[in-house]
């Protein structure tokens, strides 16, 4: 395996709070994002640092058309727009998303300060298009009542389900995350019967443990996201579910986080929820839960934040390559000439006019 960056820390357990922004670039933005995500790892140490306990993690991630808009050089393979489903019954929706932050801490405070930095920063040069604040229910349970989050994988395990390994050298110790946002009809929810509940999900309700398979029905949750490659080989992915909800509006709802070394696990598990299987018509889950949003995002790794490759060269896109290998010395000999002579900022060309 090529030397594995520093991965952002994806793989952290659940915590008690958490903060999702999602952002779209606003046009010209480019550069004032690009900048953010140079400072990210010095914000997130300037604000965790002096709250020692409060387990303050940043994880930052972006989109496929952003990706184009903010750098030159290579591209995660397999990054590309969240497709999105439409199934006979259900659909889960492609919806805009430049920028993900998932901010995860033992309080909000620390989480919430986070966030208003990282606001401030995208002001004018982005736009948050959702922000959703989660929190730690019973037990780590979903707003379903059910514990979340009991098979994801351990250890050395998580780490292969969820990072990059040398098939793309690149971007080794990178992830892609899928996010969508649901909302449960709890009213109706509530209106089945636990041993009903069940068997949508999969799982006993109370103790966590998984329904024999002569009892678990082939449209549940589990045996619908229970994936195996053909070989044999199980196939996972790392999510990070939190609930979220506001009582005066109603609205109750799990902000899905799913991190995977390739997307196409998590998209093969979308398809069988929405789409259906060979047994199923579509996954009973989505009977209680509508997704609402869905982008899909890459993780790149601590080292490549802090040390962005060069911005698309758009200005120079149209100068012949010969005379460019003349052009760039000269430019480069006048930039830093006028740094060194009168401290000035040594844009291009540009000269003081006195
Ligand atoms: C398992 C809830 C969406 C993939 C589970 C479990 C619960 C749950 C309660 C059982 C315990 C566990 O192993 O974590 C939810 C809720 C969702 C949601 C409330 C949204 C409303 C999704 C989506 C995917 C997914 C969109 C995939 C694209 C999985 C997988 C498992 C699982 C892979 C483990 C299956 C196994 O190996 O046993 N989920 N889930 N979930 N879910 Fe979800």
């Given at each position: 395996?090529?030397?594995?960056?520093?991965?952002?820390?994806?793989?952290?357990?659940?915590?008690?709070?958490?903060?999702?922004?999602?952002?779209?670039?606003?046009?010209?933005?480019?550069?004032?994002?690009?900048?953010?995500?140079?400072?990210?790892?010095?914000?997130?140490?300037?604000?965790?640092?002096?709250?020692?306990?409060?387990?303050?993690?940043?994880?930052?991630?972006?989109?496929?058309?952003?990706?184009?808009?903010?750098?030159?050089?290579?591209?995660?393979?397999?990054?590309?727009?969240?497709?999105?489903?439409?199934?006979?019954?259900?659909?889960?929706?492609?919806?805009?998303?430049?920028?993900?932050?998932?901010?995860?801490?033992?309080?909000?405070g620390p989480c919430f300060e986070l966030a208003m930095v990282i606001g401030a920063r995208l002001r004018g040069a982005a736009t948050i298009v959702d922000e959703t604040v989660g929190f730690r229910y019973f037990e780590q349970r979903d707003l379903l009542g059910f514990v979340d989050g009991t098979e994801n994988p351990e250890g050395p395990g998580a780490a292969a389900a969820a990072l990059i390994g040398?098939?793309?050298?690149?971007?080794?110790?990178?992830?892609?995350?899928?996010?969508?946002?649901?909302?449960?009809?709890?009213?109706?929810?509530?209106?089945?019967?636990?041993?009903?509940?069940?068997?949508?999900?999969?799982?006993?309700?109370?103790?966590?443990?998984?329904?024999?398979?002569?009892?678990?029905?082939?449209?549940?949750?589990?045996?619908?996201?229970?994936?195996?490659?053909?070989?044999?080989?199980?196939?996972?992915?790392?999510?990070?579910?939190?609930?979220?909800?506001?009582?005066?509006?109603?609205?109750?709802?799990?902000?899905?986080?799913?991190?995977?070394?390739?997307?196409?696990?998590?998209?093969?598990?979308?398809?069988?929820?929405?789409?259906?299987?060979?047994?199923?018509?579509?996954?009973?889950?989505?009977?209680?839960?509508?997704?609402?949003?869905?982008?899909?995002?890459?993780?790149?790794?601590?080292?490549?934040?802090?040390?962005?490759?060069?911005?698309?060269?758009?200005?120079?896109?149209?100068?012949?390559?010969?005379?460019?290998?003349?052009?760039?010395?000269?430019?480069?000999?006048?930039?830093?000439?006028?740094?060194?002579?009168?401290?000035?900022?040594?844009?291009?060309?540009?000269?003081?006019?006195?």
């Amino acid at each position: 395996m090529d030397a594995m960056g520093e991965p952002q820390p994806i793989l952290d357990p659940l915590t008690p709070s958490a903060i999702f922004l999602v952002a779209t670039i606003d046009s010209g933005g480019e550069s004032a994002v690009r900048d953010l995500l140079a400072d990210i790892s010095g914000l997130r140490r300037s604000i965790g640092f002096r709250v020692p306990g409060e387990g303050l993690t940043c994880v930052t991630s972006i989109g496929s058309a952003a990706w184009d808009r903010l750098f030159a050089g290579p591209k995660p393979a397999e990054l590309h727009e969240f497709p999105g489903y439409n199934g006979p019954i259900h659909s889960a929706p492609a919806t805009p998303g430049d920028l993900f932050f998932h901010i995860r801490g033992e309080t909000q405070g620390p989480c919430f300060e986070l966030a208003m930095v990282i606001g401030a920063r995208l002001r004018g040069a982005a736009t948050i298009v959702d922000e959703t604040v989660g929190f730690r229910y019973f037990e780590q349970r979903d707003l379903l009542g059910f514990v979340d989050g009991t098979e994801n994988p351990e250890g050395p395990g998580a780490a292969a389900a969820a990072l990059i390994g040398d098939e793309d050298p690149e971007f080794t110790g990178g992830s892609y995350v899928v996010v969508q946002k649901y909302t449960h009809p709890l009213d109706q929810w509530n209106a089945l019967s636990i041993e009903e509940q069940e068997r949508v999900i999969g799982r006993t309700k109370l103790a966590d443990y998984e329904l024999p398979d002569d009892v678990k029905p082939a449209d549940s949750h589990v045996a619908v996201n229970t994936i195996t490659d053909a070989d044999g080989t199980e196939r996972q992915i790392v999510r990070a579910n939190m609930p979220f909800g506001t009582i005066g509006t109603g609205e109750f709802g799990t902000y899905y986080v799913a991190y995977a070394a390739t997307p196409s696990v998590t998209e093969r598990m979308l398809e069988r929820m929405f789409l259906g299987t060979e047994e199923a018509a579509y996954d009973r889950i989505l009977d209680f839960s509508f997704a609402v949003t869905g982008t899909l995002f890459f993780t790149p790794t601590v080292d490549f934040l802090d040390d962005l490759p060069d911005a698309p060269d758009t200005a120079g896109a149209e100068i012949e390559p010969a005379t460019l290998t003349e052009i760039v010395p000269v430019e480069r000999a006048n930039a830093a000439a006028a740094a060194r002579s009168d401290g000035s900022l040594a844009i291009g060309t540009m000269k003081r006019s006195n």
